[in-house]
C-alpha cells in the first residue's frame, strides 16, 4: 500500500557567512619564528595591527579579544620554552599572538543536512495546535568536517514551520572535563578497544578506583618522555584519546541557539560528529530529558557517544561502551522498556537491531529484528532516528539503500512491549529522491535523524542529497493502517 506524504516547501539551506573563530596551529617551528617575529615589533606598530585586525573581524565574533586571549593561551608552553616569560608580555602583545593563532572556519560552507526535530523544553505562550520544536542538522564544512547546529521555530495548526531569526554570531561553547572517571569502566573500554593490558595496566596499576583527568594525562605523558617502543607509544596515545572523549560543554546563555554549534573537540571526534539523533527521553519519575546519539570520527575509528542536555546550553558527553558499541546508526527509546533502556543500531552495517540495558552508555549483546527485504534496501537498511511512541506500536522511521547506492526512507511498527517483534512494515518507501533532489554533495539521498509525531501528522524533516534539508508530512492515521 502506497502511503501518501505532502512535501513541505520550507528549506533550510547552508550558509557560508556562517564562521568560527577557530584555533590555529601552524606547526611548533612555524609558530616558533612566528611569535619572534611579532617580539621585534615595537608598542605603535603592535597597537596598530590589533587596531586593524580588530576593525576587519570585530564584527563577525563575539568578545574576539577573548577569542585571541584564549588562543594564546594554547600557546603558553611554547612561548615558555622559548625562554620568554609570558607574564611579562602586555596585553596587546598577547592578543596579537593570539589573533595569528585564529583562524575563521565556515561551518555550514558544503552541506546542512541529516536533520533532526524535537519538542523545545519550552512550549509556553502558543495557540492551539502549535507547538515549538528544535531542529538539529549536520553542519559540513571545509575537508568534510562535521558539527551540529540548530534552528528553533513553531510548527502551526497546519503543521506549518515558522522559524525564529538566525542570529548572525556564533558561539563557541566553553569545555568542562570530566571531573571523575571510574576506574572499572574505564579499563573495561580499554579491552573493548584491544588495547593490549601488558601497557594499559603501566598506567592503570597505579591510578586510584576514582581519578581525574589530570591525574591520567599526568601519569601518560611521564611514561610517553621516556624511551618506548612504537606499540607501548600507540597504546598510551589510544588511552590519552578516550579519556579526551569524556567533556562537558556550555554555552553562554545570552547566546540563542542558533548561534550555538557544538563543534568537534576531542581527538576523537577531529575528523567530524555525524549524524546527531535526538530524543526526548521521559524518565521513569515522569522527568524529561534530552538524549542524542551521534558519532565520533578520527578519521580511522568511530565511536559511538552521548550526548545530553537540560537546556541547550549545557551539553554532557560521554562515548558508549559494550561489544556492540562499535559502528553507526545509534538512536534511543524515548523512555525504558521494562526498566531498560533500549537503543536501535546497525550494528554490522547491514541490518537493524535492538539492545537493552541497564545503563544508557553500556550497549551488548544486539538483536537482529530487520535485515533487507525489498529490492530498494537491498544494501542496507537502518533507522532514521529514535523510535516513536502510538497506542499502535513503536513507529520507527527507516533508511534503506538500494541500486546505485540510492537512499529511501521507509518505515515499520514494533511491539511496545517487545520491540524485537516486528508487527508491520512498507513494502516501498515511504519517501524517495524526486528529480529535483537527486543533486547534492551526495546525489540520490533522501535520509533523516529523527521525527516526531503532532496534530496526528508525522513530521519528516529529512535532507536532500546529503546538502540541504527540508520536510514531509504524513497522516498517521493512513501510516498506521498501512504499516497493520
Not at 580511522?300 to 550526548?307: C, D, M, R, W
Not at 512491549?417 to 533532489?437: A, F, N, V
Request: one cysteine or more; charged letters at 25%; proline letters at 4%.
Amino acid at each position: 500500500m502506497q502511503v501518501s506524504v505532502q512535501r513541505k516547501e520550507t528549506r533550510f539551506l547552508p550558509d557560508s557567512s556562517r564562521v568560527v573563530a577557530r584555533f590555529f596551529n601552524n606547526g611548533e617551528k612555524r609558530t616558533s619564528e612566528l611569535i619572534k617575529r611579532v617580539l621585534t615589533l615595537d608598542e605603535q606598530q603592535v597597537s596598530r595591527q590589533l587596531e586593524h585586525t580588530f576593525r576587519e573581524f570585530a564584527g563577525r565574533h563575539r568578545n574576539i579579544s577573548q577569542i585571541f586571549l584564549n588562543h594564546f593561551e594554547n600557546h603558553r608552553g611554547l612561548i615558555e620554552s622559548l625562554d620568554i616569560d609570558a607574564t611579562e608580555l602586555t596585553k596587546e602583545v598577547k592578543l596579537l599572538i593570539g589573533s595569528y593563532a585564529t583562524m575563521e572556519y565556515s561551518i555550514e560552507s558544503a552541506a546542512m543536512f541529516n536533520p533532526s526535530i524535537i519538542e523545545d523544553f519550552d512550549q509556553s505562550f502558543l495557540a492551539k495546535g502549535e507547538k515549538r520544536v528544535i531542529l538539529s542538522f549536520r553542519a559540513t564544512g571545509e575537508g568534510h568536517l562535521s558539527s551540529i547546529v540548530f534552528r528553533r521555530g513553531i510548527l502551526d495548526s497546519n503543521n506549518d514551520f515558522h522559524p525564529n531569526k538566525v542570529r548572525n554570531h556564533i558561539d563557541m561553547a566553553k569545555i568542562v572535563r570530566k571531573k571523575s572517571y571510574d576506574k572499572g569502566r574505564f579499563v573495561q573500554k580499554l579491552n573493548e578497544m584491544n588495547i593490549d593490558e601488558k601497557y594499559s595496566a603501566l598506567i592503570m596499576n597505579d591510578l586510584p578506583d576514582h581519578f581525574d583527568y589530570h591525574e591520567l594525562k599526568r601519569s601518560v605523558h611521564q611514561i610517553m618522555a621516556s624511551d618506548i617502543g612504537t606499540d607501548k607509544r600507540l597504546a598510551l596515545e589510544e588511552m590519552t584519546w578516550l579519556i579526551d572523549s569524556y567533556y562537558d560543554i556550555e554555552f553562554n546563555l545570552d547566546s540563542d541557539i542558533s548561534e550555538r554549534v557544538i563543534f568537534p573537540t576531542s581527538p576523537s571526534e577531529s575528523k567530524g560528529i555525524e549524524d546527531a539523533r535526538f530524543v526526548r527521553f521521559i524518565e521513569e519519575d515522569g522527568s524529561v530529558k534530552v538524549y542524542a546519539t551521534y558519532t565520533a570520527y578520527d578519521g580511522h575509528t568511530i565511536l559511538p557517544k552521548l550526548l545530553s542536555t537540560d537546556d541547550f546550553s549545557s551539553f554532557r558527553i560521554m562515548p558508549m561502551h559494550g561489544n556492540a558499541a562499535q559502528n553507526k546508526n545509534f538512536a534511543l527509546f524515548p523512555k525504558k522498556i521494562k526498566g531498560k533502556y533500549a537503543v536501535l543500531a546497525r550494528v554490522d552495517g547491514v541490518n537493524n537491531y535492538v539492545m537493552f540495558s541497564e545503563r544508557n552508555t553500556l550497549w551488548n549483546d544486539p538483536i537482529k529484528i530487520q535485515e533487507p527485504r525489498f529490492p530498494w534496501e537491498f544494501t542496507q537498511i537502518g533507522n532514521c532516528g529514535a523510535p516513536l511512541y502510538t497506542e499502535e506500536g513503536w513507529l520507527v522511521i527507516t533508511h534503506g539503500v538500494g541500486q546505485m547506492r540510492r537512499y529511501c526512507i521507509g518505515a515499520s511498527l514494533f511491539d511496545l512491549d517487545d520491540p524485537t517483534k516486528e508487527i508491520g512494515r512498507l513494502s516501498q518507501p515511504l519517501l524517495s529522491p524526486l528529480e529535483k533532489e537527486r543533486e547534492g554533495y551526495v546525489p540520490n539521498v533522501v535520509y533523516s535523524c529523527g521525527s516526531l509525531i503532532n496534530n496526528g501528522e508525522l513530521i519528516l524533516p529529512y535532507a536532500v542529497s546529503d546538502y540541504s534539508s527540508s520536510y514531509a508530512t504524513v497522516h498517521m492515521e493512513e501510516l498506521l493502517h498501512a504499516l497493520k
